[in-house]
């Protein structure tokens, strides 16, 4: 193993960034009062917005560090921008969640931690680094998504999240496993240059089953969904937002390097799997996400649509797909973070008494007026879900055209007729969104949204359409970052 060199330090700034923020947010949060914690959330967004910016400086640089075990490339610093820009949204809207709290330190510090798990998962090029990376950014989640201990619907939440992610755990060690017994490594590089001893044993077929089994589950994928919807309507809502944007995305970068890299020897395999689950999944989601009353529950129905999309990149798996999936993660990140901060805005307005509507705050009739009662959360909602419908001039468009377009040039016409369908019957319940919140009375007076979600939602929308108007500088990290993998 290289020695910890200055050199190698300089590799992992980002991460450090991030790690030693959480560490000091937790110790000096100890001797803080209530009333004084506000500042640790400009201290987490800090932290996080020096872990970007580094990660931007450094964007293009190629290193192995610790053996092999690390992969410093293109694929892990998008990955990494990805994580970074949720975890600035999730920041800067929680100083108002965590206003007055007594446990604002222990939030941040698992945000942080989360955000460091997921940071290492995107450079994970072996599959016990891959597996301890991922469980921290899980336990880290598990515990915020279960954070409001007097809310039941958080704890059931969160309940669901931990027992189905254990099982998912478990299953996907048990996959590792049968990886190891056949090719005696747990290097990616090294499964991948041994082909022929997995495509002849029986063995590389359970491992496929079990680890689609356990990525299928932070993806999201149907079936392995069935923790999301509670879960993410449950959690608190910038949670919520940290768990669709950004945990969701862990899931795809990990499966990126496992199938396409390491088990490229049995794509015929994998790739069928993956295309039951794409169409399932995107037809499933869209499906439900229309009858669905509460808007966090119709945000995570419509994230599993998402996720069906984004996963259409290991059916077609064309430098083009795969650079059009990749772009789609980092415009997902935006969209979905977004659309969650401002249905928590929402939720505050209601918790506040601002609204009648208090058994479920998050359910449409409280979005009613949104455009009188808080125009910038409306107008922002609106941009978000125009977004993840494939309107222009957003990033979803951009996304989806590079996507789709790249589905028909493989000769997969049909996928991408499934696909757009499917857009097209997303648009209904985002327009039913749109139309509460603009041509409905409002029920109750304007009131003036808390800075720290103006901010969040301000920097999400920047996204949104830089990616859209100005795509040519993300297509092109996300073009390199394809390279990777192939």
Not at 388 to 396: D, N, R, V, Y
Request: aromatic fraction near 12%.
């Amino acid at each position: 193993m290289e020695s910890l060199t200055m050199g190698n330090l300089m590799f992992l700034a980002p991460e450090i960034a991030v790690v030693s923020t959480g560490l000091i947010i937790l110790l000096i949060g100890v001797f803080m009062s209530p009333r004084t914690k506000n500042v640790l959330g400009y201290l987490a967004t800090l932290g996080v917005l020096t872990a970007l910016v580094l990660t931007v400086e450094s964007f293009g640089t190629n290193a192995a560090l610790f053996s092999g075990t690390i992969s410093i490339d293109a694929l892990s610093q998008f990955f990494k921008l990805v994580f970074l820009a949720v975890a600035l949204i999730v920041s800067l809207a929680a100083i108002k969640y965590n206003e007055n709290s007594d446990h604002t330190e222990e939030f941040y510090t698992l945000v942080l931690f989360a955000t460091f798990g997921m940071m290492v998962v995107a450079s994970a090029n072996d599959l016990i680094l891959l597996f301890c990376a991922f469980e921290l950014a899980s336990l880290a989640t598990y515990a915020l998504a279960g954070f409001e201990k007097q809310n039941a619907r958080s704890l059931e939440g969160a309940m669901k999240y931990f027992i189905i992610g254990s099982v998912s755990a478990a299953l996907m060690l048990f996959g590792i496993s049968f990886v190891y017994g056949a090719t005696g490594t747990t290097s990616i590089p090294a499964i991948a240059a041994n082909p022929a001893i997995l495509t002849g044993n029986p063995i590389g077929l359970v491992a496929i089953v079990l680890l689609i089994a356990g990525f299928g589950f932070k993806m999201a994928l149907v079936p392995f969904h069935m923790w999301a919807p509670d879960t993410y309507q449950g959690s608190p809502s910038v949670v919520s937002a940290l768990l669709a944007a950004g945990s969701k995305k862990m899931g795809f970068v990990a499966a990126f390097r496992v199938f396409i890299l390491a088990l490229a020897a049995l794509q015929p395999d994998w790739q069928l799997a993956f295309t039951v689950l794409a169409v399932v999944t995107m037809t499933f989601g869209n499906v439900v996400a229309v009858s669905q009353t509460s808007v966090k529950r119709m945000l995570a129905y419509s994230s599993l649509a998402q996720a069906g999309y984004i996963a259409m990149a290991f059916v077609v798996m064309t430098p083009m797909a795969l650079t059009g999936s990749i772009f789609y993660t980092l415009a997902h990140a935006f969209m979905k973070a977004g659309a969650f901060i401002a249905a928590a805005a929402v939720v505050w307005m209601v918790s506040s008494g601002k609204t009648d509507r208090l058994d479920i705050p998050d359910h449409l009739d409280n979005f009613k007026g949104l455009g009188k009662r808080m125009p910038f959360a409306a107008l922002s909602m609106t941009i978000f879900v125009f977004a993840l419908a494939g309107i222009p001039p957003t990033a979803g468009f951009m996304a989806k055209f590079v996507l789709f377009s790249s589905t028909i040039q493989a000769g997969m016409t049909w996928l991408a007729v499934i696909a757009i369908l499917n857009s097209a019957l997303s648009l209904f319940y985002y327009a039913r969104l749109v139309k509460y919140m603009y041509f409905l009375p409002p029920e109750g007076q304007k009131i003036r949204m808390p800075f720290p979600y103006a901010a969040a939602l301000l920097f999400a929308v920047a996204g949104v359409l830089a990616m859209g108007l100005w795509p040519e500088p993300f297509l092109q990290w996300a073009m390199e970052a394809a390279k990777v993998l192939v």
